[in-house]
């Protein structure tokens, strides 16, 4: 974009991206294209002279072929040479395990190359689009805009398919959960009001969406205490008793681990000495609350504005 005054007879006609947008939209790294373009000849058609390489509409055709037959487990050698003749091969020894298309809808661009990598299980590549999105966007949309429509996708394709995408899920969550501790800051020493405790509630395994929250509670630095998947009730009323928090954070992803009863517990346990005892405010996070009626609590719809509740206190 910055190179307009250069485009004349020197840029190649239907030129549209560079190595490094093309990697975004297809979901795979830049060091895969020239690997393509080294081994079977996947490379632009023009190449200027003293120029970073431009993709044009008929090299992005040929890729994105590449792409759909290597997520259908044709072997790259075999795909290559369909993507290049413009023909669709058949499926290879690993297509009654291939995983297709996810059913993404209307979402950002890097979903889709997110997606793609996800379903190659290119792990180099989906974790070189989730560190692109966090940089480029910060946690918080990063998190609401990319990880969690993909990882959605992933979750309604393994739900419809049997047990066929799981490896597809528990590669993009891993790098998910990578790509958020990365960002996420030591934790802070907590002031005279507590530090924010992130728990899921017992028989609850999902921690993505806390881990998102830790990190950016780290960047405003809001002292956090994360203890993660399925925390024990005890467990959870003796660290509330210990710490004294500002806040409980109690995730459930699905109805069968969301307690009411949990919640309000929680939020009656108190610490201090006698005369000048606290409470901490709970705030229940995850698909899993939906239609439970918990006084006292508070229900942030996201992660701005829980991070935006917390802030506040």
């Known amino acids: 974009m910055g190179m307009i005054g250069h485009q004349d007879d020197e840029e190649p006609p239907g030129a549209v991206l560079t190595t490094g947008a093309l990697a975004r939209r297809l979901g795979v790294s830049p060091t895969t294209l020239r690997s393509w373009d080294r081994r079977y000849g996947l490379g632009p058609a023009v190449r200027p002279d003293g120029r970073h390489r431009r993709w044009t509409t008929g090299d992005v055709a040929v890729l994105e072929r590449m792409c759909r037959l290597t997520s259908t487990g044709v072997p790259p050698a075999e795909a290559a040479r369909a993507a290049l003749a413009g023909t669709e091969a058949p499926v290879g020894r690993l297509g009654s395990r291939a995983a297709g298309a996810l059913p993404l809808g209307d979402v950002r661009q890097e979903c889709r190359g997110l997606a793609r990598a996800a379903v190659r299980l290119d792990a180099p590549a989906v974790e070189e689009q989730l560190t692109d999105a966090v940089e480029r966007y910060g946690v918080t949309v990063a998190w609401q805009e990319v990880m969690v429509p993909t990882l959605h996708a992933v979750g309604r394709k393994w739900a419809s398919s049997g047990d066929r995408y799981v490896e597809v899920e528990h590669l993009l969550s891993w790098h998910v959960s990578t790509a958020l501790r990365r960002r996420t800051l030591p934790p802070?020493?907590?002031?005279?009001?507590?530090?924010?405790?992130?728990?899921?509630?017992?028989?609850?395994?999902?921690?993505?969406?806390?881990?998102?929250?830790?990190?950016?509670?780290?960047?405003?630095?809001?002292?956090?205490?994360?203890?993660?998947?399925?925390?024990?009730?005890?467990?959870?009323?003796?660290?509330?008793?210990?710490?004294?928090?500002?806040?409980?954070?109690?995730?459930?992803?699905?109805?069968?681990?969301?307690?009411?009863?949990?919640?309000?517990?929680?939020?009656?346990?108190?610490?201090?000495?006698?005369?000048?005892?606290?409470?901490?405010?709970?705030?229940?996070?995850?698909?899993?609350?939906?239609?439970?009626?918990?006084?006292?609590?508070?229900?942030?719809?996201?992660?701005?504005?829980?991070?935006?509740?917390?802030?506040?206190?």
């Open 188 to 313: 802070g020493s907590a002031d005279a009001s507590g530090p924010v405790l992130l728990a899921c509630v017992p028989g609850e395994q999902h921690t993505l969406a806390l881990e998102a929250l830790n990190a950016e509670l780290g960047r405003l630095r809001l002292p956090a205490r994360m203890f993660g998947a399925a925390v024990p009730a005890e467990a959870l009323t003796a660290a509330v008793r210990r710490l004294g928090p500002t806040a409980v954070v109690l995730w459930s992803q699905a109805r069968a681990t969301a307690s009411p009863a949990l919640a309000r517990h929680i939020g009656a346990t108190e610490w201090g000495v006698k005369g000048a005892r606290g409470r901490p405010l709970v705030l229940l996070g995850g698909p899993g609350w939906a239609g439970r009626s918990v006084s006292g609590v508070s229900r942030p719809p996201g992660l701005r504005e829980a991070l935006d509740t917390l802030a506040d206190l």
